[in-house]
């Protein structure tokens, strides 16, 4: 059984019960589960604000709703024309969090005040400055661009590197030539600097039945944190002699909260799959939160003693592909892949004792490896409160808006 579940036969109950009247496929958030979620995330940000990844929630109703508390404040996006939408939308501070190469978009942005008043851009290269100059069509707008620092850790001389393959700009003497440059060219200006330590804030450091790997994950993310915290200082020091209105400095995501948030030189962190938790997120020390977002998929067979077929179910999630990354099956508790089958496009066969208590029609519910991604397969979130549905509102897709 999940951890945060204290009882799950009568967790699963609820969610039937407030969704006796809908048929699955369907998915849901517990609203209880995404505000205490949210009341965790401030509570380890120490008093620095939450900057929302709209990349783990893809929901424009509830992007509204936690940026509505106390300790939120602005959206970190995953593309360009998803930035324009959401500074349209009324969002007014709206950071890019990944270079683009979208002419169009970046017309549209040079092209009006306010749009470029509202978004800020990534950039770590001289090539994606030209590019824009390129695609600005007339448009004079100046564009606010965030340079972002590599924070890979490397040990070994140089020869291990731990971390995801992000910005070319490593030292602070690297970011402080580019600021410059920047600086210097007309239609620009340096609002910004982020540094995302993915391997830290998205690898779990006690992950169940691995011990020793958990052990070295722990060793890992220490010395990954004192280098990048001295490298963070520094880069921030180095670029404010050349971009002295620096704004803001965003650091962090869900599993390192705290520790990016303790730093002086970060003024923002960045936050988003920990108010969904997904099961990537069980495997952490430092915090636990409760799973708010579910997918239910409805019995279609019963094969034989000890097993269901569910319609569909395979929705893997992105990354190096394994068995971390499929659904979990979450309720009722007790369910298992076929191994020989797995997680199937249309139908995905369930082994295990709780199979026997099932009939056709009847509900199972799964945990997505990770946030947002679910809401690539819905088009609407069931906002559930007790055992009620008590609203549905539209994902990216459920507006028509596919970014990627």
């Not at 971390?163 to 070319?168: C, E, L, Q, T, V």
Request: aromatic share 8%; glycine share 10%; charged share 25%.
């Amino acid at each position: 059984m999940h951890r945060f579940s204290s009882d799950s036969h009568d967790l699963g109950a609820r969610y039937d019960r407030a969704t006796a009247h809908l048929d699955a496929p369907l998915a849901v958030v517990d609203l209880a589960a995404f505000d205490a979620n949210a009341t965790d995330l401030v509570r380890r940000a120490h008093g620095k604000p939450v900057r929302v990844a709209s990349k783990s929630v893809r929901c424009r109703a509830l992007l509204e709703r936690v940026l509505a508390r106390v300790g939120f404040a602005g959206i970190m996006s995953f593309t360009l024309a998803e930035s324009l939408w959401l500074a349209r939308s009324g969002f007014h501070d709206v950071l890019l969090a990944y270079p683009s190469a979208d002419r169009a978009a970046f017309a549209e942005l040079a092209g009006d005040p306010k749009l470029a008043a509202a978004v800020t851009v990534l950039v770590d290269d001289v090539a994606q400055l030209e590019l824009i100059d390129a695609a600005r069509g007339g448009g004079r707008a100046e564009i606010r661009v965030c340079l972002e620092l590599d924070t890979s850790f490397r040990t070994g001389g140089g020869r291990v590197r731990v971390g995801a393959r992000r910005s070319p700009l490593r030292d602070p003497a690297q970011l402080a030539e580019f600021a410059r440059l920047v600086a210097r060219r007309p239609g620009f200006k340096v609002v910004g600097l982020m540094a995302y330590e993915g391997h830290v804030a998205g690898v779990g450091d006690a992950v169940a039945g691995r011990p020793l790997f958990s052990r070295s994950v722990r060793v890992m993310q220490a010395a990954a944190r004192k280098e990048l915290a001295r490298r963070r200082w520094e880069a921030v020091r180095a670029v404010r002699a050349e971009a002295p209105d620096l704004e803001f400095v965003n650091g962090g995501g869900t599993g390192s909260v705290q520790h990016t948030a303790a730093e002086a030189a970060v003024t923002e962190v960045a936050a988003g799959s920990g108010l969904y938790v997904p099961r990537l997120f069980d495997n952490f020390r430092s915090f636990s939160g409760r799973p708010a977002a579910l997918f239910a998929m409805p019995v279609v067979r019963r094969p034989g003693p000890g097993v269901v077929t569910v319609l569909g179910g395979g929705y893997p999630a992105s990354g190096v592909a394994g068995p971390d990354r499929l659904p979990e099956p979450y309720l009722p508790a007790g369910l298992a892949y076929d191994p020989q089958e797995g997680a199937g496009e249309v139908q995905t066969p369930l082994l295990g004792a709780a199979a026997d208590r099932l009939r056709i029609g009847d509900k199972v519910w799964f945990r997505h490896a990770k946030a947002g991604e679910l809401c690539e397969r819905f088009d609407a979130l069931r906002l559930v409160d007790g055992d009620r549905v008590v609203a549905t509102v539209p994902t990216y897709r459920g507006e028509g808006q596919t970014f990627l």
